[in-house]
């Protein structure tokens, strides 16, 4: 009983350890990308907040932060954390 269940909770320890690394890589390679992006959009939002429209600006602001490394990849970050946290639970319970 204990070796079916072993057979049967390894391709999903596996898999999840590969979207897993995947998922890393990505928001890895990515994070470059996503700072650079929102210093562009928050410096352009700033410009709007103070030449054109409030409104305009603050949106632009808050696109920017959720573009920023402190805003949705975060949250990607976290998510795949939790992923990591039930891949070690899976392994820990099954595998002892």
């Avoid at 890589?25 to 470059?32: E, K, M, N, P, W």
């Avoid at 805003?71 to 939790?82: E, I, R, S, T, V």
Wanted: glycine share 10%; aromatic share 12%; charged share 10%.
């Amino acid at each position: 009983m204990r070796l079916l269940l072993k057979l049967l909770a390894a391709p999903v320890v596996l898999a999840l350890a590969l979207f897993i690394w995947i998922g890393f890589r990505l928001l890895y390679c990515s994070a470059f990308l996503f700072g650079l992006a929102g210093t562009i959009v928050g410096l352009l939002g700033l410009a709007v907040l103070v030449t054109y429209s409030v409104q305009n600006g603050v949106i632009l602001l808050v696109i920017a932060f959720l573009v920023s490394p402190m805003g949705l990849p975060m949250g990607a970050a976290w998510l795949l954390g939790k992923l990591q946290d039930l891949r070690y639970a899976i392994q820990d319970r099954v595998y002892g």
